[in-house]
């Protein structure tokens, strides 16, 4: 029997950019959460930041291990599914960084296995938490806005030279859209539920790239449109959000900090976490300029969420069945980008019903 009083032992999977900046830090900041393993091949760059941790070379060795309750997997993407699922099998509850498969099928099987074996299984959408969306959010639900009909959604980098690593190489995948499209596409459900329809052109722009490194994906509601836009070719001017609705525009210039605080060793609970000095521009109807404050970001809420779904049978903050309509959407920018047309997203009703609004964080 689980001691629901101890501690949640972690086991990270996987310690590159992501586990190293993102998971390790997050999952330290909250309490009840013990990171006592970590999956990787090179334990001195564990060690240098987690000493006592206990590094496994073996993957699946980790997410089967019985002194684990928690498993979180930030390797490469193609093997989130499979380590998934040997996780569960060995009754364990899951994290997955997204995306949280390669496509609709596997999502559809890790979702149906955490039914049948009643673990959590939650998928890291960190940015459900960021500063510039919850305030986009929070414009929309006092209703500043009116009937929203157009929205921007950036995430841009400028990195021109292509990188030797995983992500920017051929592969299952690998590429832009798999990358940041999961963050954009969750976003955008968050908001506003499943589209109708999904237009999107992928391209590689840089010179040497070999995989997708630009994005610009359409979704299409009865009387609204949401663009997504990713590309790693942009050094600056580009908005985070672009918001119309029928009683004003609002726009966020800059991004969320916590990527960078992250980086820089700024973690939850210091003085300046998550906090925002770019406020939200608001255009009213009459054209005056108003600014809205940026509420504070916290990712580490995500982990507090999924700490209190294990232990007080709290709501998962990413469930199965919404990561399976992410990952349709994924999959239908990839089949429109192929073919040129619009494509429906296939999901079922109880699957578009995961994403009736008012149901994000």
């Known amino acids: 029997m689980t001691d629901t009083t101890a501690p949640i032992r972690v086991a990270l999977v996987g310690y590159g950019f992501a586990g190293k900046t993102f998971h390790a830090p997050l999952i330290q900041a909250v309490p009840g959460l013990a990171l006592d393993f ?166 590689t722009l840089r010179d040497g790239g070999e995989v997708t490194d630009w994005a610009h994906v359409v979704l299409e509601y009865p009387q609204c449109r949401v663009v997504l836009h990713a590309s790693m070719l942009v050094a600056g001017g580009s908005p985070r959000f672009t918001v119309h609705g029928t009683q004003g525009s609002l726009v966020k210039q800059r991004a969320d900090v916590q990527e960078a605080q992250l980086l820089a060793g700024i973690r939850p609970g210091d003085a300046a976490w998550g906090q925002d000095s770019d406020a939200l521009a608001f255009y009213g109807a009459d054209g005056q300029l108003t600014h809205v404050s940026a509420p504070r970001g916290d990712q580490s809420r995500y982990y507090a969420a999924v700490r209190d779904a294990i232990r007080a049978g709290g709501d998962n903050p990413v469930t199965p069945l919404q990561a399976v309509g992410v990952m349709a959407v994924i999959e239908a920018a990839l089949a429109s980008a192929a073919s040129g047309t619009a494509v429906v997203p296939m999901l079922s009703a109880q699957e578009r019903d995961a994403w009736r609004i008012g149901t994000s964080a």
């Open 38 to 203: 970590v999956a990787s091949r090179d334990a001195a760059k564990v060690h240098a930041d987690l000493p006592a941790a206990e590094v496994i070379a073996d993957p699946l060795a980790a997410v089967t291990d019985p002194r684990v309750e928690l498993v979180v997997i930030a390797s490469p993407n193609d093997t989130h599914a499979p380590l998934a699922q040997a996780a569960l099998d060995a009754g364990k509850h899951v994290v997955v960084d997204k995306p949280f498969a390669l496509d609709l099928a596997q999502a559809r099987a890790v979702a149906a296995l955490a039914a049948r074996t009643g673990r959590v299984v939650s998928v890291f959408q960190n940015r459900r938490w960021d500063s510039d969306f919850l305030g986009v959010q929070q414009a929309m639900t006092r209703g500043l806005l009116g009937r929203v009909t157009h929205v921007e959604s950036h995430i841009d980098r400028f990195r021109p030279q292509v990188r030797a690593r995983w992500r920017e190489q051929p592969g299952a995948g690998s590429g832009l859209w798999y990358d940041l499209g999961p963050h954009l596409v969750d976003q955008a459900l968050c908001l506003f539920g499943v589209p109708e329809r999904v237009l999107a052109s992928l391209a």
